[in-house]
């Protein structure tokens, strides 16, 4: 059940936050799927290193993290307004204690909010409590718009 409930629920997160790329790890980092993530952009630079920090972080606090790709410290931030071409925003967040979820965007597509994150979490509990961890991503996208997100 495990890995295919995770592998759902990274197709259900993505259509949630209609994030560019991601992937999803199980409680021991193994990762299980990917979207838009293959090796060659993993490779690049050490964005694997940084993502799996990201969902490091997300599984061992228990919490989203949002962070972005450039600046980790925020005594880094510059006091004057920059423009970051390659800018992107990075999410991961815990799946229950399953997994986590990392996606990733470009600032200047959008953002992915804490609320959709909050409503996420809230959704992965309600499909356990219930049952329904065997529902596919378009099975997971329907009920959380038929009686998730109208809800909460």
């Known amino acids: 059940m495990q890995p295919a409930f995770l592998r759902h629920f990274l197709e259900l997160a993505q259509q949630i936050t209609q994030a560019e790329r991601g992937l999803v790890v199980d409680a021991e980092l193994e990762v ?14 050490n964005w694997r290193a940084m993502i799996m920090q990201t969902l490091r972080e997300a599984l061992s606090d ?4 949002l ?5 980790r410290d925020p005594s880094q931030v510059p006091s004057t307004n920059t423009s970051y071409r390659n800018l992107r925003l990075m999410v991961a967040f815990p799946v229950l204690d399953k997994g986590a979820i990392y996606l990733d965007q470009a600032v200047q597509t959008g953002v992915i909010t804490s609320d959709d994150l909050a409503r996420l979490q809230s959704f992965a509990r309600y499909l356990v409590e219930q049952g329904k961890t065997d529902l596919d991503g378009a099975a997971m996208l329907a009920l959380y718009h038929e009686t998730f997100a109208a809800a909460h």
Do not use: C, E, F, R
């Not at 299980?32 to 630079?45: M, V």
């Not at 962070?67 to 600046?71: A, E, H, Y």
């Open 62 to 65: 228990a919490q989203p993290v």
């Open 67 to 71: 962070t972005n790709n450039l600046i």
């Open 32 to 45: 299980h799927s990917d979207y838009n993530l293959d090796d060659a952009a993993l490779n690049k630079g």
